[in-house]
């Protein structure tokens, strides 16, 4: 078996999950490459190679400065083909949602989404995977000669093992564009991202409006947390929906998340249940996301959030 592996780059700046992903192939002990797509990327093995990647190639070409989602499909697909790969690897973020399927139709390929485990098993790769809104999660094998995985970001960390990469550039065509990315609009400059956050800290409709929202952003900030929101938050305007966490939102598995406000609506809990520890307040002993929380508060997060900020700074 031979996995390669796409790096997620913004930027020119790699994404945690490719790290991540870089650790999984070298825990299942079998050969990887790691494929680079874009223009001037030539910068980046040193930090792949920190990671434990012993090959890299980039796949260069000045119309691919901006990802498009079937010119690098495209380009993807043929990298597989080329390198002999029975497996594609890459992360199971807003590109790889985008990316994956693409690249798995143009090979023909089976593919599992959001993976949260994924084991050698003899010469098959066994995959755990959460379904029906996480409520179950489904052991599956793929059958298919090449294969494509997406990995949730956050559940295998990222370990250095420094190896020095050998390095290819190949120049490649940039296929015909239906469709380009001219601009990506970030929210606040240094925002941490709540899929690649190790701590999240989200509030709900329990917040009574943005006015309060300072209490979430105060206590993230202690923490050094990134700042999550419930659908109900996001959709009274409250906060932006780079932050929503859940089934229409973001899937976060964080080492801690603190829920706020919220009452633990299934839509919610889809995109949070895989966290390791989860920190529920909420004056609703009924609540259902105490049903998940590994420990609860029942108070008015109003007298207890500002006393934890104030136990935090002293």
């Not at 700042?227 to 899937?251: C, F, I, L, M, N």
Request: with cysteine.
């Amino acid at each position: 078996m031979k996995i390669l592996i796409y790096a997620e780059h913004r930027e020119g700046a790699l994404r945690k999950i490719t790290f991540e992903n870089i650790t999984l192939a070298k825990q299942l002990g079998v050969p990887f490459e790691v494929a680079v797509i874009g223009s001037e990327v030539g910068n980046l093995q040193e930090e792949l190679g920190k990671y434990g990647a012993e090959k890299v190639v980039f796949y260069q070409n000045a119309d691919l400065a901006t990802y498009s989602p079937d010119a690098y499909a495209a380009v993807l697909a043929e990298a597989v083909k080329k390198q002999g790969a029975d497996v594609l690897l890459m992360g199971a973020t807003s590109t790889g949602k985008d990316l994956g399927p693409r690249a798995a139709s143009l090979l023909n390929a089976a593919m599992a989404t959001d993976c949260t485990k994924v084991e050698l098993d003899g010469d098959d790769l066994k995959i755990t995977r959460p379904m029906y809104a996480g409520k179950v999660l489904a052991n599956i094998r793929l059958s298919s000669a090449v294969k494509v995985v997406t990995v949730r970001p956050n559940v295998y960390s990222a370990a250095e093992a420094p190896a020095t990469a050998a390095v290819d550039t190949e120049s490649v065509d940039a296929p015909g564009f239906k469709a380009m990315v001219k601009e990506i609009v970030s929210g606040a400059q240094g925002k941490l991202d709540v899929t690649e956050a190790d701590i999240i800290v989200s509030g709900g409709r329990g917040m009574k409006g943005p006015e309060n929202w300072h209490l979430i952003e105060g206590l993230a900030e202690l923490l050094g947390a990134a700042t999550g929101a419930s659908r109900a938050a996001v959709d009274a305007g409250w906060r932006p929906h780079d932050e929503q966490v859940g089934q229409t939102g973001k899937t976060v598995s964080p080492s801690l998340y603190v829920a706020v406000g919220i009452s633990g609506a299934i839509q919610h809990l889809a995109g949070m249940s895989s966290s390791k520890y989860i920190v529920a307040i909420n004056k609703d002993p009924d609540a259902p996301i105490f049903k998940l929380a590994d420990y609860g508060i029942v108070a008015d997060l109003f007298d207890v959030v500002p006393r934890m900020i104030e136990e935090l700074k002293a």
